[in-house]
């Protein structure tokens, strides 16, 4: 069974960069979507960025992070990678890799995911 791992979360200042990294512990991401969610305290998740493992296709950002975030496939290590740069307070969570097997209409939802890691705090300040 595929089991996400996330690992590059920190303190970093504002206007930085962090480069957030997903590998699966079990099974590969192939056939899977993975996703990264966020979670800041007293707030909702939020979807912040997906695509899917195979097949090329649209990779997905929330509007918070669009032109700042990038999502990228490693397949020589079998990870999915999140580059954030500008960061802003604003961007301080907990960010969760999320794998599943979504359509369409639930690729941007926590709900097409089954599959959550443990998380990465990532903390904007300076």
């Known amino acids: 069974q595929v089991q996400p791992v996330e690992s590059g979360g920190g303190l970093v200042q504002p206007g930085g960069s962090l480069r957030l990294s997903c590998a699966s512990s079990g099974d590969t991401f192939a056939g899977y979507a993975v996703g990264w969610f966020r979670q800041a305290p007293g707030k909702e998740r939020e979807f912040v960025a997906a695509?899917?493992?195979?097949?090329?296709?649209?990779?997905y950002y929330g509007d918070s992070v669009k032109g700042r975030f990038s999502m990228s496939k490693d397949t020589a290590t079998n990870t999915m990678n999140l580059q954030m740069d500008g960061l802003t307070p604003e961007d301080t969570a907990v960010y969760y890799c999320a794998v599943g097997r979504p359509i369409i209409s639930t690729i941007t939802t926590a709900r097409g995911y089954s599959v959550w890691g443990q998380g990465t705090q990532v903390t904007v300040s300076s």
């Open positions: 695509r899917r493992w195979s097949g090329g296709g649209t990779t």
